[in-house]
């Protein structure tokens, strides 16, 4: 059998961070297997949905890589194929049309509630004589539920569920304005699409087993099943904006590379003996959807900074520098004004959690100092400082061009140290703050080179300027 499996988000917000962690599950559910990924919008819902929604989705899952092999379906592009099962359902006694008004349902449900009972309809129309000349009364379409008997499915990931049909109405599947309703496409969908499992958030078990009533009515193989658990903060609440939980693309421009991503989010609920790290191939040999843990799943961000460092180190730096291009010019960096970034990242890197952190480091290389940071200049750029700085800037003018290379650099910044018996920070920590701005940089040598000579003894001297004004 061929494993066909879907991502059917609804496009009535951004894509959050428990959607894509099902879109995971459910692409490497179909990878794993050698199957089928289908993407699918689940617009019926036309109020909420909207078509920035659906483009965000798209770019989200676009940006992770997650690549589909069949879609994007819409299920507003198949209302035609909806009536036409829920006609044959009507003709075969299936499904039956319900006059009830509106008046009638709302009295109906008070008088449930005023009893304590669950509010359910009557099947009030169920055993009517279908009127076949009343077309122009309005009327809704009800899937007829069978009445006794239990629905037992083997959930993948929570083991058997079981839900009795006297718990379940009969569930309208056409609105009188003559919309399907949301878990009859659904259905018809997964049926036609040839979905041999679903696999998504534990909010949809309860339309589990109505869903799996309907297939068996129209005839079709019911899908296995495997509702994933929610994600919750470390307070054991439901994600909230504080996570930037609300969009997924948030953690793009946050700086956070997809594999990172994907690595933290496989884990997040299951896992490989003590394995931290997964490349996308070990994941799609790796991942069984039988493993992953039921209880729901605690996020924690310190985590995926940590794998994004780790990723950030160990992808092949063109990629690396690819992405972080990307962050380069959403800060208004010009990167044509300095060093390549290829040569300037490695340096960075290291010590960064994000490439936004590696962009905003990286500023100094293409960008003129406007201020040097107050704490840093208070500290290292005091009278003090004037000799270092001017002896340096004095050196660093005799080296010709083609010599300005970090050896040379670190051999005359050595020579100062020497030639003023002083510390090593007493000229490093003032030309550091000199260059970069800041008291944190990497190996200075290095950092100089880059900058250039000209530049460098340029900063130099804005650094002696700044140090003749002050008092001490
Ligand atoms: N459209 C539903 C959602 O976004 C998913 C439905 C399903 O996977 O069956 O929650």
């Known amino acids: 059998m061929k494993i066909i499996t879907r991502f059917a988000p609804s496009p009535t917000g951004y894509l959050h961070i428990g959607s894509v962690r099902t879109a995971l599950y459910s692409w490497l559910y179909a990878r794993?297997?050698?199957?089928?990924?289908?993407?699918?919008?689940?617009?019926?819902?036309i109020e909420r949905s909207t078509p920035e929604a659906i483009e965000a989705i798209i770019d989200s899952m676009r940006w992770l890589n997650l690549n589909w092999d069949e879609g994007p379906y819409y299920q507003t592009k198949r209302f035609e194929r909806y009536n036409v099962v829920i006609d044959d359902m009507l003709k075969m006694g299936t499904a039956y049309k319900c006059y009830c008004s509106k008046e009638r349902l709302k009295q109906l449900r008070e008088n449930q509630i005023a009893k304590g009972e669950k509010p359910r309809y009557d099947g009030n129309c169920r055993n009517q004589n279908q009127h076949s000349n009343s077309y122009a009364e309005s009327y809704v379409v009800r899937f007829r539920?069978?009445?006794?008997?239990?629905?037992?499915?083997?959930?993948?990931?929570?083991?058997?569920?079981?839900?009795?049909?006297?718990?379940?109405d009969d569930l309208i599947i056409r609105r009188s304005d003559g919309v399907p309703t949301y878990n009859f496409c659904v259905v018809v969908d997964d049926w036609d699409m040839g979905i041999t499992h679903v696999i998504r958030g534990e909010d949809h078990i309860n339309n589990t087993p109505r869903q799996i009533n309907i297939f068996k009515a129209i005839g079709a193989t019911v899908p296995m099943y495997a509702h994933v658990s929610m994600i919750l903060d470390h307070d054991g609440k439901k994600l909230s904006k504080r996570h930037h939980a609300m969009n997924i693309m948030q953690y793009r421009?946050?700086?956070?590379?997809?594999?990172?991503?994907?690595?933290?989010?496989?884990?997040?609920?299951?896992?490989?003996?003590?394995?931290?790290?997964?490349?996308?191939?070990?994941?799609?040999?790796?991942?069984?959807?039988?493993?992953?843990?039921?209880?729901?799943?605690?996020?924690?961000?310190?985590?995926?900074?940590?794998?994004?460092?780790?990723?950030?180190?160990?992808?092949?730096?063109?990629?690396?520098?690819?992405?972080?291009?990307?962050?380069?010019?959403?800060?208004?960096?010009?990167t044509c004004n300095g060093p390549k970034l290829k040569q300037v990242m490695p340096l960075i890197a290291k010590r960064s959690k994000t490439l936004v952190e590696i962009a905003n480091s990286c500023r100094y290389f293409y960008q003129e100092i406007e201020n040097f940071d107050v704490e840093s200049a208070k500290k290292y750029l005091r009278p003090c400082a004037n000799r270092p700085l001017q002896v340096l800037y004095e050196k660093f003018s005799a080296l010709s061009t083609e010599k300005w290379k970090a050896e040379n650099i670190h051999f005359i910044i050595n020579n100062v140290v020497k030639e003023l018996e002083v510390k090593i920070s007493t000229v490093g920590m003032p030309l550091r703050v000199a260059v970069t701005g800041t008291s944190y940089s990497p190996e200075l040598d290095a950092v100089l080179e880059l900058i250039g000579q000209h530049r460098s003894l340029a900063r130099i001297k804005k650094a002696l300027q700044f140090i003749s004004m002050q008092k001490d």
């Open 32 to 45: 794993h297997n050698n199957g089928k990924f289908i993407f699918r919008i689940e617009d019926t819902d």
């Open 145 to 168: 539920n069978p009445q006794e008997g239990l629905i037992i499915f083997n959930d993948q990931i929570r083991g058997p569920i079981k839900f009795d049909n006297k718990e379940l």
């Open 253 to 334: 421009i946050d700086g956070y590379l997809p594999e990172a991503l994907l690595n933290y989010l496989v884990r997040l609920g299951w896992s490989h003996g003590n394995k931290e790290i997964f490349s996308i191939k070990e994941m799609k040999i790796l991942f069984r959807i039988e493993e992953v843990n039921k209880s729901a799943s605690v996020f924690n961000i310190e985590k995926l900074r940590w794998l994004n460092q780790y990723y950030i180190n160990t992808l092949p730096e063109n990629y690396i520098v690819k992405k972080l291009q990307w962050h380069m010019k959403k800060l208004s960096i010009n």
